[in-house]
């Protein structure tokens, strides 16, 4: 008889690392989110909690500007968290400059072959005057 098989959760939840992990990660998460609440739009998606652990929060941003205007906040988080029982002593900021991925390689046009064509000139040549056909007649010139 087969067995049926574990679903990931109960995976990581029959795991005691795997569950701890998860336990820190959904912690993270509830935090990121109650910062965000008292963050400016503009920067609450650039700020990342780095770790929770202990009583001092440390956060992560990607650039040096974001981590300024941060640490110019610090008093006013620190006390909107301990008004959602988040309780740390002090809040540190650290910038981790991520590599930017390389530009994405511009694709070559596609080249359209005669054969293609020939039925949109065929549909353009049996269209009546109008916008349609002033439309596909210009398409067909452009493309050759």
Partial sequence: ?????????????????????????RQEARLTEALRRHLPR???DRVRV???QSSELQLEVGAGAIAAVLRQ???????????????????????QVRP??????????HQVDSSALRPLAGLARAL????????????LRRMG
């Fill in 1 to 25: 008889m087969a067995r049926k098989p574990l679903s990931l959760q109960r995976i990581v939840a029959s795991d005691a690392t795997l569950a701890a992990w998860e336990t820190r990660r």
């Fill in 42 to 44: 503009s920067l609450a």
């Fill in 50 to 52: 780095a770790n929770a």
């Fill in 73 to 95: 906040q610090t008093p006013t988080l620190l006390d909107a968290l301990r008004r959602e029982d988040w309780e740390f002593s002090a809040i540190t900021v650290r910038v």
């Fill in 100 to 109: 930017t991925p390389p530009p994405k390689k511009k694709s070559p046009p």
């Fill in 128 to 139: 009546p005057p109008g916008p349609l056909k002033r439309s596909l007649d210009r398409l």
